[in-house]
């Protein structure tokens, strides 16, 4: 693979960061991944699923389940920024090693391990913010998740599936919804978070599959490595588990209307494009289609909230 480091490098210049940003500011910026928020609306996804199933039946109005999703919104933007500062000062021998993360911030030299600990910390603090304005159970629920956010960094050294791992951090946000607004996690829930588990496991597969020959030479591993030449399949099965069990979690809530069925066939007819259009060898039609997950995540998030599983 031919370029320099910069050429191959995962931070996209003269982005908003670089033009509008004081100076001192853009490395921890960049180290939030601000740049690229296809990470912040992948982690807020399933809690707006969450949110859209749970608000039915319940108490909560229509207008405070939309103020619990801008929080969520600002959750996920803080957690998902701390969660990738922790990434990278874990990884940061190995994002030295590989031209695609030489030049993040940290293996860079422009952020310290102390400065990003601090930062960390600052982030955490938005979201302890954001909890204060749940309940206690959920604020518990969602606590609960920073175990599994801990370790998923390690877990691509000893086995080949870390993107289990992702998931299961990934898609806490469905629990949280369901115990903020059902104060139990109901079975259906429970449903919707393997759902999002197994969509996580067909997405980041395909990201996995830009890194395999860098992950080979440092020793990484990765579901892109273990499913090889099988990739396709193993991720039309995910997707298929994925639409299934969203569409039993709304079925078991007792109110999935036809709007519901067309959103969920939407969602379902853009993860077969994905599998007819995915190109395993080509880095620009991977991203393409791992950052088109934004699109199908909306269709089920709009097919809860105006198909009857949602807003009454």
């Known amino acids: 693979m031919a370029g320099t480091r910069a050429e191959r490098s995962d931070i996209v210049r003269d982005n908003w960061v670089d033009r509008w940003l004081p100076r001192g500011i853009r490395p921890y910026a960049l180290l939030a991944r601000w740049d690229r928020p296809i990470g912040t609306w992948l982690l807020l996804l399933p809690c707006w699923w969450g949110l859209a199933l749970a608000v039915h039946g319940s108490q909560t109005s229509p207008l405070q389940a939309v103020w619990y999703g801008a929080l969520m919104g600002i959750g996920a933007l803080a957690m998902r920024g701390a969660g990738c500062t922790w990434n990278d000062i874990t990884d940061r021998d190995f994002d030295g090693k590989v031209a695609r993360t030489a030049t993040r911030p940290i293996p860079a030299g422009d952020v310290s391990v102390k400065q990003a600990l601090a930062f960390i910390v600052l982030q955490a603090l938005v979201g302890l913010a954001v909890l204060s304005q749940f309940t206690l159970y959920a604020g518990l629920v969602a606590v609960a998740s920073l175990g599994v956010v801990a370790i998923y960094p390690f877990m691509k050294r000893f086995t080949y599936f870390p993107q289990a791992f992702l ?68 991720i039309g099965g995910f997707l298929l588990l994925t639409v299934s069990l969203i569409a039993v979690a709304a079925w078991m809530h007792g109110s999935a209307g036809p709007l519901f069925w067309i959103g969920l066939a939407a969602a379902g007819a853009h993860f077969i494009w994905q599998l007819k259009t995915l190109d395993l060898n080509d880095p620009k039609k991977l991203i393409k289609h791992f950052k088109s997950n934004r699109d199908a995540g909306l269709l089920i998030t709009l097919a809860f909230a105006f198909g009857g599983v949602g807003f009454q």
Request: charged share 20%; aromatic share 10%; hydrophobic share 50%.
């Open 167 to 234: 998931g299961l951090a990934f898609n806490w946000g469905v629990l949280v919804s369901g115990a903020l607004l059902m104060d139990r996690i109901a079975p259906e829930i429970i449903l919707l978070y393997i759902a999002g588990i197994s969509w996580t496991m067909s997405y980041d597969t395909i990201y996995a599959h830009m890194d395999k020959d860098d992950d080979i030479l440092i020793g990484i591993k990765s579901t892109a490595l273990k499913f090889g030449e099988r990739t396709r399949p193993i």
